[in-house]
């Protein structure tokens, strides 16, 4: 099992719907989960990070922890063109400073 | 992406040679975190460094060496180039929120 795991996609999604992006992770002694956004050709960009289970809400972002199930996703509302990017999950490996990323998931939202 | 200079942004090695990919921040990170990101996967920890003088490896560390004797550079050496470190590369920075700030990418072609 891979430490950090994504479905690679596209997700593709209409103007104005839910976005749901999704990342489980296998080290149980994970704290702290963080969710960057990188368009093509750029450099990854901090989006949202979580430490507690539940929801966590930012703006029409919303990153949702459940540490029991060792998943993390990310909700994005009223999806733009401009959301359209790979967004990548990444997780600290337990008691390291190494921070594991997942593969992203690419998201296309179509006009 | 102020903070975080790589350099250079593209080059192109022949089979065999050596480079160093510079990397400088002015922000006063301790942490700092080398990346390679293959077409289309995520990003693969090469080397990290938690301050100056010390650093440790990542997931990917084979055929790659790095030093830190301040804490403003982080350089990424490759003695011997071969075709499976075609990749882009990736420095980045820590703040103190956890989140990772990374510089624009250097773009490696080995032929």
């Known amino acids: 099992q891979k430490e950090v795991e994504q479905n690679s996609g596209p997700l593709s999604v209409p103007e104005g719907a839910i976005a749901s992006l999704n990342c489980t992770y296998s080290d149980r002694g994970s704290q702290s989960f963080f969710w960057y956004r990188q368009y093509s050709g750029k450099s990854p960009e901090l989006i949202m990070f979580?430490?507690?289970?539940g929801d966590k809400e930012d703006g029409r972002f919303t990153a949702q922890l459940n540490k029991a199930s060792q998943y993390v996703s990310l909700l994005i509302r009223d999806s733009q063109p401009s959301d359209s990017a790979t967004y990548l999950c990444a997780v600290p490996r337990y008691n390291t400073d190494k921070l594991i990323f997942g593969t992203g998931t690419r998201l296309q939202v179509f006009p | 992406n102020a903070g975080v200079t790589q350099t250079p942004k593209f080059r192109i090695l022949k089979i065999g040679q050596s480079m160093t990919l510079q990397c400088t921040q002015d922000?006063?990170?301790?942490?700092m975190y080398w990346y390679r990101q293959d077409p289309g996967m995520g990003l693969k920890l090469i080397y990290y460094s938690v301050g100056a003088g010390i650093t440790d490896k990542g997931e990917v560390p084979n055929g790659y060496n790095v030093s830190r004797s301040t804490t403003e550079d982080f350089p990424l050496r490759l003695e011997l180039a071969a075709p499976s470190q075609t990749s882009v590369y990736f420095c980045?920075?820590?703040?103190?929120?956890?989140?990772?700030?990374f510089g624009e990418g250097s773009r490696l072609t080995v032929l």
């Open positions: 922000m006063n990170h301790n942490y």
């Open positions: 979580i430490y507690s289970n």
């Open positions: 980045a920075g820590v703040k103190n929120t956890g989140e990772l700030f």
